[in-house]
């Protein structure tokens, strides 16, 4: 994380302000959208999807204020530049991996499928863009400073199985369920997040999931059902709930949890990769300017897990 001039300033107690401010930061966001989503309801729009729309965007100006106000920088984890084409391989790669696991639900015959039907997609879309809301807390707010004073691993590793525990309040939630969300969902996002140091990839995976799951398939979300789908699929009766993830849905299935596994593990790779490379750029850099072929070598602030650096003549 850039150093500061605000209240992440390096100095005393640093640790304890990036929790303390990790803690209070999500809660405010997370707080700051259920109001204004509430609000829009007592307008008589419920129904309609502005609510959550709304919602969204006034939890994203919240952040932004947040991090400009108080931490004194600038919000690059959201800058624009790239945004639509990380937020379009975020949302291939949710839309393609549930697809995948729910074709092999299908296949080893512990769901059923009916369809399609007509379905507008209006609702569901707009009940995915919650996914965003978690990802400024998740992602940017807890991953993003923890990692800061812990180290990205540690981040990793919290942020993730705070993402999974966060589930537990849904309905059919258990140890499967946490795990399939910790490693399908949690894990993969937060390596997007590392590889490519915004957050428009993992809010394109997170909204493309839900989205997916809800309106394609019609399997509901963590136990919650997001309105009308294009096909309808249930648990085949007398499947084990191992397989079928009982009330709560794919995500506490075996196949979720195994797909997430393998696909955690690509992305940790690639993003360790990532790291080392940026590394090795940074020696052969600051050899350069050792020699005095350059002037100096500064950092590029991006990726977090992925230093990019720059000869400046």
């Not at 997001?226 to 075996?254: C, H, I, N």
Request: aromatic residues 10%; glycine residues 12%.
């Amino acid at each position: 994380m850039r150093s500061s001039h605000g209240l992440l300033r390096p100095g005393r107690f640093l640790w304890a302000r990036v929790l303390l401010w990790s803690v209070v930061f999500g809660a405010a966001l997370w707080i700051a959208y259920k109001f204004v989503k509430g609000a829009i309801i007592g307008l008589g729009l419920g129904g309609t999807g502005l609510p959550t729309t709304i919602g969204v965007l006034a939890t994203l100006a919240l952040y932004t204020a947040s991090v400009r106000l108080i931490e004194r920088r600038s919000p690059d984890e959201l800058g624009l530049a790239q945004l639509a084409p990380e937020l379009a391989l975020g949302v291939t790669f949710g839309a393609v991996l549930f697809s995948v696991i729910m074709a092999v639900l299908l296949a080893i015959g512990a769901y059923a499928m009916t369809g399609p039907t007509a379905a507008a997609p209006w609702l569901p879309l707009a009940d995915s863009l919650e996914g965003i809301v978690e990802e400024l807390i998740f992602r940017g707010a807890i991953f993003r400073l923890v990692s800061s004073i812990f180290g990205a691993w540690w981040a990793l590793g919290l942020s993730s199985a705070l993402f999974g525990a966060w589930h537990l309040v849904k309905p059919g939630a258990d140890l499967i369920a946490v795990l399939g969300v910790m490693f399908a969902g949690g894990i993969p996002m937060t390596a997007l997040y590392m590889v490519t140091g915004r957050l428009w990839a993992s809010i394109g995976y997170h909204m493309a999931w839900n989205f997916t799951k809800a309106y394609v398939f019609g399997a509901g979300v963590s136990g919650s059902d997001f309105g009308p789908s294009l096909f309808q699929v249930r648990a085949r009766p007398g499947v084990d709930a191992l397989w079928s993830g009982g009330t709560f849905g794919p995500e506490a299935s075996m196949v979720t949890l195994v797909f997430g596994l393998l696909v955690s593990a690509a992305l940790i790779t690639l993003a360790k990769r990532r790291k080392r490379s940026g590394l090795r750029r940074q020696r052969c850099c600051k050899e350069l300017e050792a020699t005095g072929k350059v002037k100096n070598c500064a950092p590029l602030d991006r990726p977090l897990m992925r230093p990019h650096w720059v000869v400046q003549v």
